[in-house]
């Protein structure tokens, strides 16, 4: 699959410098390479569709429009497997006929060679993900348009997803990043998922990725401006809400959001996410850093959450963990049925690498986060011998002491490696020592400018 995926990605960009030279636009193009991959996989899905399908992409060929073309072998599918997204069939592609000739066909082959010949579950999430990260990185289609690879497997790795956990919600899907990355699992079948998609375009990216993986155990929420208005409570919610953004007018109700009242899109997410959680509910959410100092109605709803004693654990991201934006990120881990009262407070603000588009977090980097995590929920305390990550336990006195603040740097921070302190008295003497070289050498500079005079 490695090879498939390296393939694949000399292949997006080769196809994504055709497509800019026909003049075809952002949306278009995103359109045309989820068809690729769709078309692709139905044809090789089994052999009752081949069947039915007939002479397959050769319709395409034959056919001067190529749309309408397209459309009609999707319905030829759609007869055979009718839980094949109906949002497929709205090709909104206004630039669609700028391509050339034969082109979609001869692309389609192409895609034909290097995409896999089995299809699993993982090998969907990867080359969608390869296609999102495409997306983000080159295409004008909205910010954050998905979450990165990354903190999608960030997120999952720190969200412990146990038999206890039946019901899994996601209020902001995307493109159903973080419900496609649990659903690989063997056990997702077990669970009942629930989606919320407001862009059209983002609906379409997730639905053809979820029926893709064969996933048929999810429920798609409509969704407004805001969070969807819905009266159920879940054992998991991850979400990576909309930040910065004014929602007004909402009339939303429940705890949380009759607590804390607001028109900011990350606060009325994170209540909504709050409001919903069952009783042993748990929760992963990036939000902006923001929420983690602000005063105000912002330090109101910090308060409150440590006094509920529903907050497990603070990881502060390093800037610049999305695609053309620098905003300043954290993950915010809830548990509503705790044992103990501390939280840990991580900074994970200097691991990773940053390269041009964004930076970015290691599979190790990924798993030793993780296993601070698991290592404090499981015993509130810190096995020594793990990597060297910053961290602080913090007490509900020390968050009173200072306003509440879920910043790694409003306090002192434990770093997991040996240091070899000298003692004062040691390097006061070498200070002394120091100090009496720096005048022997002040003397020989003074000799030697006397002599050249």
């Known amino acids: 699959m490695k090879n498939t995926l390296k393939s694949l990605n000399n292949l997006l960009h080769e196809h994504l410098q055709r497509l800019n030279a026909d003049g075809i636009g952002d949306r278009s193009k995103t359109e045309i390479f989820l068809l690729l991959i769709l078309l692709n996989y139905l044809s090789k899905a089994n052999f009752l569709l081949k069947n039915k399908a007939g002479v397959n992409f050769h319709i395409i060929n034959e056919t001067k429009d190529t749309k309408l073309a397209i459309v009609s072998l999707i319905k030829i599918y759609r007869d055979v497997m009718s839980d094949i997204p109906a949002e497929v069939l709205d090709l909104n592609m206004i630039d669609f006929n700028n391509l050339p000739e034969g082109q979609f066909y001869n692309m389609?082959?192409?895609?034909?060679?290097?995409l896999p010949q089995t299809w699993t579950p993982e090998n969907v999430v990867n080359i969608f993900e390869l296609l999102e990260s495409l997306l983000e990185e080159n295409f004008k289609i909205g910010a954050a348009f998905s979450?990165?690879?990354?903190l999608v497997q960030l997120v999952k790795s720190v969200t412990p997803i146990n038999n206890e956990i039946k019901t899994i919600y996601d209020p902001y899907s995307r493109t159903g990043e973080?419900?496609?990355?649990?659903?690989?699992?063997?056990?997702?079948?077990?669970n009942q998922f629930f989606a919320s998609v407001k862009n059209s375009l983002q609906l379409k990216i997730a639905k053809t990725k979820i029926f893709m993986m064969g996933l048929t155990n999810i429920l798609w929420i409509t969704q407004n401006d805001g969070p969807p208005e819905i009266n159920l409570e879940f054992d998991c919610i991850i979400s990576n809400p909309p930040f910065g953004?004014?929602?007004?007018?909402?009339?939303?109700?429940?705890h949380w959001a009759n607590k804390i009242r607001s028109n900011r899109s990350e606060i009325i997410f994170l209540t909504h996410i709050l409001d919903h959680l069952s009783n042993n509910g748990r929760a992963t959410v990036i939000v902006p850093s923001g929420i983690l100092s602000a005063s105000g109605k912002t330090e109101f709803l910090?308060?409150?959450?440590?006094?509920?004693?529903?907050?497990?654990?603070?990881?502060?991201l390093p800037t610049k963990m999305f695609y053309n934006t620098g905003v300043s990120t954290a993950i915010l881990i809830f548990n509503k049925n705790r044992n103990f009262s501390k939280v840990i407070l991580i900074d994970a603000t200097n691991i990773g690498v940053r390269e041009k588009s964004k930076h970015f977090l290691s599979d190790s980097d990924i798993e030793a986060i993780s296993l601070i995590v698991h290592n404090f929920r499981n015993s509130e305390t810190i096995n020594n011998t793990l990597q060297n990550i910053p961290y602080k336990i913090i007490s509900r006195e020390e968050f009173d002491y200072n306003n509440y603040d879920f910043q790694n740097t409003s306090y002192t921070i434990e770093e997991r490696f040996p240091k070899n302190l000298l003692p004062i008295s040691d390097l006061l003497r070498d200070c002394c020592d120091i100090e009496k070289q720096l005048i022997i050498v002040q003397k020989n500079i003074i000799s030697l400018i006397n002599i050249e005079q």
């Open 302 to 316: 910090r308060r409150s959450i440590i006094e509920e004693n529903i907050l497990e654990a603070v990881i502060s």
């Open 147 to 150: 979450t990165p690879k990354d």
């Open 178 to 190: 973080f419900l496609s990355k649990i659903g690989q699992d063997q056990n997702a079948k077990k």
């Open 245 to 254: 953004m004014l929602i007004p007018n909402l009339k939303y109700s429940g």
């Open 108 to 114: 389609l082959l192409e895609w034909e060679m290097v």
